[in-house]
């Protein structure tokens, strides 16, 4: 199976090869949950990508809603997202628009495109804050920092090994969200649990700190990707 994303709605679709059957390429929707190809062995998957294009009006009113919105979010402003096939993969931003642009026109290689544009983000704002971060934690040694596309919660921390991993969507987030994770996980090689002692240490390092951490908790994004 693979899963496709045209125009913001994502769907996952199945490809039988059928040779018998009389038009090249027969669509149909398998339990109500996902799409079902039949085609000849000689049509292209461009071809089957085309097709679906061209139905998905119908496959929207039969395919299961999500809660997903055709938005994406970046430095908490949302962007109404286009998507196309390119030899050099990027992301842009113009006006209300986000441009994504993979290899292939896959869910994945959106994904991926969108991610290494979220890391590249927070990268820029860790060269920011880092010098002020040395300052604020001057009682340690500043640990490896890296970003990655987890997803359950924002950083998580390594006290043993001393390596901090920053989630790639924060990028999603205000980007003063980067400093409150990074100064949370930071807390954590003072006191490795949530703790009293911990929030004790989190609050003198940054004013408001359980407050303003707690509050990222309340934003919710639906995104399409």
Not at 82 to 106: E, K, Q, W
Not at 166 to 182: E, G, Q, W
Request: hydrophobic residues 40%; glycine residues 2%; aromatic residues 12%.
């Amino acid at each position: 199976m693979k899963t496709i994303l045209i125009d913001g709605f994502t769907f996952t679709y199945d490809v039988v090869r059928n040779n018998s059957q009389k038009n090249p390429i027969i669509v149909r929707i398998k339990d109500k949950e996902y799409v079902v190809i039949w085609a000849h062995s000689n049509v292209s998957i461009n071809e089957i990508e085309d097709v679906l294009t061209k139905k998905l009006d119908f496959l929207k009113e039969r395919l299961p809603k999500t809660n997903k919105e055709n938005v994406i979010h970046v430095k908490g402003i949302a962007y109404k997202p286009y998507f196309c096939v390119s030899g050099v993969p990027g992301v842009s931003i113009f006006a209300d628009n986000i441009y994504i642009s993979a290899l292939t026109n896959d869910l994945k290689a959106y994904k991926k495109v969108l991610n290494d544009y979220y890391a590249y983000i927070i990268e820029s704002e860790l060269k920011k804050i880092m010098s002020e971060a040395a300052r604020d934690f001057y009682e340690i040694k500043m640990p490896k920092i890296t970003i990655e596309d987890f997803t359950g919660r924002f950083g998580d921390c390594d006290v043993y090994n001393r390596h901090i991993r920053l989630a790639s969507r924060i990028a999603k987030y205000d980007p003063k969200y980067i400093k409150i994770v990074l100064y949370h996980e930071l807390s954590h090689l003072y006191v490795a649990n949530h703790s009293k002692k911990f929030y004790e240490v989190f609050e003198s390092k940054m004013k408001n700190a359980k407050e303003l951490d707690k509050s990222m908790d309340k934003i919710h994004y639906f995104d399409c990707l």
